[in-house]
């Protein structure tokens, strides 16, 4: 069973550009959700989205949105990049329905702004 | 969301046991227990959960305080593969069907040959 898969995997932008992050949640897994990890702030929730719909949302500008298609597939959109944005930007997905609500994470996307 | 403290770093020798602790003082009723761990580049990984029994899986073995005040996360037989940094979560009844979770800095557990 394939996991999740984030892609571009590594990506090297400049301040002021937009970027475009993808995952492909594990088959059968409505709920997808992004998270952003940093050295100072460690681990933290940027948003979820079940069934092309967002229904959470952590505590991050509007610079930072998401969508999700009807696949479940999910992309992730950071718009006039800060050099504060580098960061590993971690994809989840998991079934939802299943009382451990147990995540699913891939990889990872690691975003360098210069 | 209720708050977890953990010590920053631990260490073990391979092959012993490892008891890794979680304080959460201010846990509700409703909270589950949920560990993750994260390995060196890659993504968090589901470890195990519980409420209010000790649980056990193929990975490790949950110990809950009576008072569910703490908890403890044992892993029986260390081997280098389990060097990671482990995140003790709370997550209520009703956000445990999200995808949001609650991270803390979590406990850097290094495994010595």
């Known amino acids: 069973k394939a996991g999740v898969t984030q892609t571009p995997r590594y990506l090297i932008k400049t301040r002021g550009q937009q970027v475009t992050l993808s995952c492909s949640p594990i088959?059968?897994?409505?709920?997808v959700s992004w998270y952003q990890q940093t050295p100072g702030q460690g681990l933290q929730f940027l948003f979820e989205?079940?069934?092309?719909?967002?229904?959470n949302k952590g505590n991050f500008p509007g610079r930072f949105s998401g969508r999700q298609f009807s696949n479940s597939r999910s992309e992730m959109n950071v718009s006039t990049l800060e050099l504060g944005d580098s960061a590993l930007y971690l994809c989840?997905?998991?079934?939802?329905?299943?009382?451990?609500?147990?995540?699913?994470f891939g990889e990872g996307s690691r975003l360098t702004v210069l | 969301d209720a708050k977890t403290t953990q010590p920053n770093s631990m260490e073990s020798n391979e092959e012993e046991p490892v008891h890794l602790p979680c304080n959460h003082s201010?846990?509700?009723?409703?909270?589950?227990i949920h560990w993750y761990r994260q390995l060196p580049s890659q993504g968090p990984e589901y470890v195990i959960h519980?409420?209010?029994s000790n649980v056990n899986n193929r990975m490790a073995s949950l110990a809950i305080a009576e008072d569910r005040k703490s908890s403890t996360l044992i892993l029986h037989r260390a081997t280098l593969r389990d060097a990671a940094v482990y995140y003790c979560?709370?997550?209520?009844?009703?956000?445990?069907?999200?995808?949001?979770?609650?991270f803390g800095q979590g406990t850097t557990l290094q495994v010595k040959p």
């Open positions: 989840a997905s998991s079934w939802v329905g299943r009382n451990t609500g147990e995540l699913f």
């Open positions: 088959s059968g897994h409505r709920s």
């Open positions: 989205y079940f069934s092309e719909t967002q229904r």
């Open positions: 201010t846990i509700s009723g409703t909270d589950y």
């Open positions: 519980g409420l209010t």
């Open positions: 979560i709370l997550r209520d009844d009703g956000s445990s069907n999200t995808g949001k979770l609650i």
